[in-house]
């Protein structure tokens, strides 16, 4: 459930008609409810009840500055996965020890920052980088607390580009390496090892690949405490999906989830860390477009919007599907019609949709892409010099403009001109 919903045939953003955030501040945008936000967090916080937990919320997936208070306020961790992503965290008033490090390619600069700012912990991805880790934290003094990623050689059954948890993939260390991993960890005088780390995908659609990588999990944390190391974290990702579409089959509920990881876990007496991004974020969010033309070709009308791929860039990437909804309601009995909806980009893979059935649209119209809060403006970019789009959040009957649409000029300035031209 989310708070984007007609009312009187407007569509709103909680208790905002979204025609009035559009004319303040033009289109397109991406407009983000705090309700939503927040529902989602403690959907996961209280699907885990009863269990010591934190949901560090995946920041990649958008991670504006009032996104990160909106949901620390409400108690979440952060999952960051680059020094940008940490520094962001702490500049939000997130605590250091809230904050979980992952990422394959942590380099000594961000591992540094991380230890001296404070860190919840690392979740290591290579034996280099626990040395590494380990030579850092011996330079600064301190004792840097780790899980090790590993990778449960499972197939999470999603798009290929998000799958993680296959032994091809190269995210983690192998599961069957782990008990050789783990005591060159303890070996090392830097380091603490308090548990372990998996996450094998996004946007899964199923709990089984969850259920048999935290089988394996549960099997390793029996196997290294038996060696004598203190397992008592369990980090075990994001991934759960979201219905992109209103008419397909729902993927599992946080709820069902929980239950599942208590199921599989919870005999184990450690504490549990969940790392949902997309959940939190994705149906919390809209982009909002503009037609600018619609465009007759032959045997196929276009709706030419001014969003683009550089704006929202899943449908080019991952082939995602977004619904697509006038942002005035059509009147019963309104005969739907096919569109192929476009952006200006030169390029044929800026389209996010072929024969969407939509209501009559004309030059001016206000569209909303649904889903789009999760990986839309953070992979954003300004191809064909077009300004990253603004980003809205809304809040009850208030909003508030939380990144501004950058001036041609503040583009154009960053460049700079070497001094033999
Ligand atoms: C991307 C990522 C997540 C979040 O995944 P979602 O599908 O957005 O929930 C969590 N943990 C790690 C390590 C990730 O890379």
């Given at each position: ?154 197939d999470a059954k999603t798009h290929a580009k998000i799958a993680t948890g296959k032994s091809e993939n190269k995210f983690g260390i192998p599961i069957s390496r782990a008990s050789e991993v783990y005591a060159r960890a303890a070996s090392l ?233």
């Amino acid at each position: 459930m989310d708070h984007f919903l007609y009312r009187d045939g407007a569509l709103f953003a909680e208790d905002v008609p979204i025609s009035e955030i559009a004319a303040a501040v033009g289109t397109p945008f991406y407009v983000y409810s705090t309700a939503t936000l927040q529902r989602h967090f403690k959907l996961f916080d209280d699907a885990l009840e009863g269990t010591d937990h934190l949901v560090c919320y995946a920041m990649k997936a958008a991670s504006n500055q009032a996104i990160l208070k909106t949901l620390a306020q409400v108690g979440a961790g952060m999952d960051v996965v680059s020094g940008g992503e940490y520094m962001r965290a702490k500049a939000a008033g997130v605590p250091g020890d809230k904050i979980v490090f992952s990422g394959v390619g942590k380099t000594a600069d961000e591992i540094r920052t991380a230890l001296t700012g404070g860190i919840r912990q690392f979740n290591v991805e290579s034996e280099p980088e626990m040395e590494v880790i380990n030579a850092v934290a011996q330079e600064l003094g301190v004792i840097a607390p780790i899980t090790v990623r590993v990778n449960p050689d499972v197939d999470a059954k999603t798009h290929a580009k998000i799958a993680t948890g296959k032994s091809e993939n190269k995210f983690g260390i192998p599961i069957s390496r782990a008990s050789e991993v783990y005591a060159r960890a303890a070996s090392l005088p830097g380091l603490e090892v308090i548990g372990i780390d998996v996450h094998i995908g996004s946007q899964l659609t199923d709990l089984a690949p969850f259920e048999l990588a935290y089988n394996k999990v549960a099997d390793l944390t029996a196997q290294l405490r038996a060696e004598g190391h203190n397992i008592r974290r369990l980090d075990l990702g994001g991934g759960l999906g979201i219905p992109y579409t209103r008419s397909n089959e729902a993927p599992p509920l946080p709820v069902e989830y929980g239950a599942m990881v208590k199921k599989t876990l919870g005999h184990l007496g450690c504490e549990i860390e969940i790392e949902p991004g997309r959940l939190i974020a994705g149906n919390a969010g809209l982009m909002v477009s503009k037609v600018i033309y619609v465009k007759s070709g032959e045997g196929r009308d276009f709706l030419i919007i001014d969003g683009a791929m550089n704006d929202l860039i899943r449908p080019a990437m991952y082939e995602a599907h977004h619904d697509i909804i006038a942002v005035q309601e059509p009147e019963a009995g309104v005969e739907p019609q096919p569109y192929d909806i476009v952006g200006p980009v030169c390029e044929s893979g800026d389209t996010f949709a072929k024969q969407r059935n939509m209501p009559p649209l004309q030059s001016g119209d206000l569209i909303a892409f649904r889903s789009a809060g999760a990986y839309g403006a953070v992979m954003s970019s300004e191809y064909n010099t077009r300004p990253l789009i603004p980003e809205v959040l809304v809040n009850g009957d208030q909003f508030a403009v939380i990144r501004e649409r950058p001036s041609f000029d503040e583009i154009i300035n960053r460049d700079t001109i070497p001094t033999w031209l």
